[in-house]
């Protein structure tokens, strides 16, 4: 029996279409395509999510009540079995847009669990065996503010069970379409997607 096509989901928090992280993102997956991925990508931009509301009303089931454009959007990251997460540096951080998701994501998809010691542990909803891959896109703002970003979606990836296995942080892009005149940047971008798939 042959073995199943590894399918890629791009998620890019980006509200600019073609602006360097929707291209770095596109870059990560086209690499995944050529190692045999099926891929596809998700504009956080045109859909509609709204805040989490803290009222844990998803606790019991991981099912959130808000209804919008999130179950949608949490279906195909479920049915996916790699995960790209893309976001340009806002003001330090990710993107509204993005902010949103992780959120929702981490809130009704991790749960809190008192260890006999009385320690809370994190617990996914996930089954362990997905792989991701981190992409941020930066002007000339302080390099902590990328390490930041990068690891507000590292963070979500691992709380989700996802290793975490390629990172693609590019700072100094001024101005919408910048990375494509960095060939090695998106050379790099590609051979991160390649490994995704075939690591």
């Excluded at 980006?14 to 997956?29: E, F, H, I, M, Y």
């Excluded at 891929?39 to 805040?51: K, Q, T």
């Excluded at 808000?66 to 479920?78: G, I, K, N």
């Amino acid at each position: 029996m042959a073995a199943r096509t590894m399918r890629v989901l791009g998620i890019v928090g980006s509200p600019r279409r073609a602006g360097n992280t929707d291209v770095l993102v596109g870059q990560v997956l086209a690499g995944a395509e050529r190692a045999g991925a099926q891929v596809d990508r998700i504009y956080l931009d045109e859909s509609a999510v709204r805040p989490c509301q803290a009222c844990q009303a998803c606790a019991p089931t991981g099912h959130c009540v808000q209804e919008d454009d999130f179950q949608a959007l949490l279906a195909r990251m479920t049915s996916a079995d790699g995960l790209v997460l893309g976001s340009p540096v806002y003001c330090g951080t990710v993107t509204a847009q993005m902010k949103a998701l992780v959120d929702r994501a981490d809130a009704s998809q991790v749960t809190m669990q008192t260890a006999p010691d009385g320690q809370i542990r994190f617990v996914s909803r996930w089954a362990p065996g997905r792989r991701g891959v981190v992409v941020v896109a930066a002007d000339y703002g302080p390099p902590e503010a990328l390490r930041h970003t990068a690891g507000m979606l590292a963070l979500l990836l691992k709380d989700l069970n996802v290793q975490v296995v390629g990172r693609v942080l590019a700072r100094g892009l001024s101005g919408k379409g910048a990375a494509l005149r960095d060939g090695a940047l998106l050379e790099q971008a590609f051979v991160v997607g390649q490994d995704l798939v075939q690591g």
